[in-house]
């Protein structure tokens, strides 16, 4: 009986990895931030370390990332990821969709919640230190007071959800 389990997972193991997800290797980036906002160095190493694979059109993938079902599992996030923020394509949302969502990093990174605990058991170098955050933190500030410098103010207010 065990036998049969254990071949008929066999089998489901290796017919699943003919479904694998598309990658997200776009490389489309004619709406990347970079295009407005200066991105230093240090800041782009930040982010490249710890935040591109989920929040860019560009993924490094590990090998394990072509085993099933860790590619979906590891697809939903990114996909996730990107709806939320997405550096590649940051300039096709409005100015204060951009300064909202400058805000809610800040918030993420005092809180910790990024980059997502799950990710930081494999990748041990992305984890924050108190002085990536501060650098991080600091970016953030600029783009929305560069923001804040160039268009009006209420043009920076998120319109408001109409109630249901
Ligand atoms: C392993 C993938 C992953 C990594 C790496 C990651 N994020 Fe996220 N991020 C997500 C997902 C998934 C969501 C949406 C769900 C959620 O909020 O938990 C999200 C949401 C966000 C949001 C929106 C939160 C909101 O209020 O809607 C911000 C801002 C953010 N991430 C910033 C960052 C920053 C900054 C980094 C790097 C320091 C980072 N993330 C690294 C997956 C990731």
Not at 11 to 16: A, E, L, R, T
Not at 27 to 35: A, E, F, I, L, N
Not at 43 to 53: P, S
Request: with cysteine; glycine share 4%; aromatic share 10%.
């Amino acid at each position: 009986m065990l036998k049969k389990i254990i071949i008929g997972l066999l089998i489901v193991f290796v017919i699943i990895q003919f479904f694998r997800p598309a990658r997200n290797n776009s490389g489309d980036t004619s709406m990347d931030m970079r295009k407005k906002y200066t991105v230093s160095s240090d800041v782009d190493q930040i982010l490249e370390r710890a935040c591109n694979d989920c929040h860019s059109n560009n993924t490094r993938y590990p090998w394990y990332a072509q085993v099933q079902p860790v590619s979906w599992w590891l697809a939903s996030h990114i996909k996730d990821g990107k709806r939320h923020l997405n550096f590649s394509n940051f300039l096709a949302n409005r100015v204060a969709f951009q300064k909202h969502r400058m805000e809610d990093c800040i918030e993420q990174i005092d809180k910790g919640e990024m980059p997502l605990d799950s990710y930081l058991w494999i990748h041990k170098d992305a984890k924050l230190s108190d002085a990536d955050k501060a650098t991080l933190k600091g970016w953030c500030q600029g783009v929305i007071d560069s923001l804040k410098a160039q268009y009006p103010a209420d043009s920076l207010v998120m319109p408001k959800r109409k109630r249901a």
